[in-house]
């Protein structure tokens, strides 16, 4: 095979470097360094095992939060790397815009991977999605402004590579295309593994300590994630992603309960053809996808054993035991502001229940609750035209969340 000659190499900014999606990601850079250099990595408060990623990659630029940044300067001149030390939300939009930069992987947890995301939308990157929130949050924004400057988005969570990988090339290049009738689509299916809980009573939910919540049958990913996989709101939150990725309503979306985690999901065809993606539960394969598309590269991993899987099973999302998926289809039909809500909701209550303030089954109820508080549905019209408008929104549901927290509302 032909070496790619140094003009195409892929400049990389990995946000989140040092998480989940971040090790998938430079574990694939290891295997192909011939093809993707990291200019820009951020790391937010884990100094130590940002500072060894910067030993053995060598970008331009790091990011830390506002704490850690004199701690991160000076362990970068003791190790005499000289690499500029970044920090907080200007740090990050920063490397998100930086022009010698191509790629921008928005792997940040949670609302924080918002105004990066929409840094580099505006800027005309190349973005491989996985931070899901900042759609959540602010899509008609991330999308337009994607559309405006030239930025493609490529998703990397599983379920939306899988879902970019079946649609025709057309609808791949402008998600409007869609709406062709020519193309034939019929509607998009989300698979769920169901997550830990899937098995289990309503009981041993509302007894689950975070240990045990955090287990994954199938994958392994940050907490705030795998917590998001127990109580299902993950599979809500990746309902609304594929709303605006795709630019479909939300009830052209079935989610179907696939415990096996092989198939990521699936196009439906008006013939009857249903198109999906298989693989293992790896991170890996969507990422590479994306950081080769349209070509494509080497995981370095074993092929999936096609004879080993004896059955392949699909099953009924319980909405009663996983109200999370009612409330995210609801958000998704009264708009942004209830999606802004939804998402903040969630992390304030996934974070309490971390802190073991809250019950499992509390998370959904503190989402509820604020899905319903008149203070919140005041503004659920708003128009959210910039980005402030959202974080102030966010704000406010925050504060909400946290009174029902601290009152022990159950
Ligand atoms: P993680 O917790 O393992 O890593 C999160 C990263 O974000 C870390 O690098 C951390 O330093 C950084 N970070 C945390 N708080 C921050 C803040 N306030 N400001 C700046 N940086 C901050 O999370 P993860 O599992 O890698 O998930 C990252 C994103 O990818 C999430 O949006 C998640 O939903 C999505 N995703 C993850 C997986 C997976 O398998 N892990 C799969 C699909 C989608
Ligand atoms: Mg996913």
New binding site residues.
Partial sequence: MNEPKSSCVQRLAV??????????TLQLVRLHRERYRVVAL?????VDKLLSLCQEFLPDFVCV?DEKVAECRQKIDELGLGIQVLSG?DG?AKMATLPTVDTVVA????A??LSSTLAAAHAGKRILL????SLVMAGHLVMAAAKASGASILP???EHNAIFQCLPKPVQTDNQAIHDSSHGIKQLWLTASGGGFLHKSIEQMRSASPADAIKHPN????????I?SATMM?KG?ELIEACHLFDLPEEHIGIVIHPDSVVHSLVEYVDGSLLAQLGSPD?KTPIAHALAYPERISTGERSLDLYALSNLSFLEPDLEKFPALTLARVAAQRGTGACITLNAANEVAVSAFLAEQIRLTDIAAVVQYCLEHPSLIAHFDDDFAQLSDILAMDQKVRSVAMSWVDEGLA
């Fill in positions: 946000l989140g470097a040092t998480g989940s999606i971040g090790d998938s951020s790391g937010f408060h884990q939060s939300d990050l792997a940040i947890v949670g924080a991977g996985a931070n899901k929130e990397i969570d599983s994958w392994s990913m940050g907490k705030k994630i795998s998001d993950n939150l991170m």
